[in-house]
Nanobody
């Protein structure tokens, strides 16, 4: 059974940094697309960025140059380094992995989702 668990959220001031981690089990991270998403209160879930099985990475325009996605296949872990955080980055952040079911965001279809980790940025 695939499990996806996010960690690393918290509260920071604008301009600060956080690093989110997404640990998976029962899943070969090297073989599939993985992604980060976020959802702010009253808003739809949006893609932050994803990394495909070939290692190519795509980011949402709103986070380009500030956020960095990386992956450690040996640890089955996906990371999201967030720098220069803004109050508008405040949201619940989710990690998801590719499956043949589920919604399509960008290049991939994501079927396994974690419970999310809260990121709050104060001005």
């Amino acid at each position: 059974q695939v499990q996806v668990v996010e960690s690393g959220g918290g509260s920071v001031q604008a301009g600060g940094s956080l690093r989110l981690s997404c640990t998976t089990s029962g899943y070969t991270t090297s073989a599939y697309c993985m992604g980060w998403f976020r959802q702010a209160p009253g808003k739809e879930r949006e893609g932050v960025g994803d990394i495909d099985s070939d290692g190519s990475i795509a980011y949402a325009d709103s986070v380009k140059g500030r956020f960095t996605i990386s992956k450690d296949n040996a640890k089955n872990t996906l990371y999201l380094q967030m720098n220069s955080l803004k109050p508008e980055d405040t949201a619940m952040y989710y990690c998801a992995t590719e499956a043949w079911w589920g919604p399509v965001f960008g290049r991939c279809r994501f079927g396994y989702w974690g419970q999310g980790t809260q990121v709050t940025v104060s001005s």
